[in-house]
């Protein structure tokens, strides 16, 4: 199972960014996909997940701000980014989990906010 995540880079603050990941390889249906990120000294924190149901769940630091969405037919999630901040700024990995295979991880896209 591979994650191809992308749509990272550098924005100013009150910018937006659109990140993308699609799930390739599996022949299961993926049950959860979403987005973790790392800052620089800090842990891997979630961001929002999504199930193939459609429910979602967001850090309280993405509420309001951040949207997760995600296309079955393509096993493709997206984070639509806005209002951003300097404490956005982190290595974004995409996250898919299957009840049977697991948890996998994609190789993580750098968003940089900064003017």
């Known amino acids: 199972v591979q994650l191809q995540a992308s749509g990272g880079g550098l924005v100013q603050p009150g910018g937006s960014l659109r990140l993308s990941c699609a799930v390739s390889?599996?022949?299961?249906?993926?049950?959860?996909m979403g987005w973790y990120r790392q800052a620089p000294g800090k842990q891997r924190e979630l961001v929002a997940t999504t199930t193939r149901g459609g429910s979602t769940n967001y850090a309280d630091s993405a509420k309001g701000r951040f949207a997760i969405s995600s296309d079955n037919t393509k096993d493709t999630v997206y984070l639509q980014m806005n209002s951003l901040k300097p404490d956005d700024t982190a290595v974004y990995y995409c996250?898919?989990?299957?009840?049977?295979?697991?948890?996998?991880w994609g190789q993580g896209t750098q968003v940089t906010v900064s003017s």
């Open positions: 390889g599996s022949a299961f249906s993926i049950n959860v």
């Open positions: 996250y898919a989990w299957n009840v049977a295979l697991g948890a996998f």
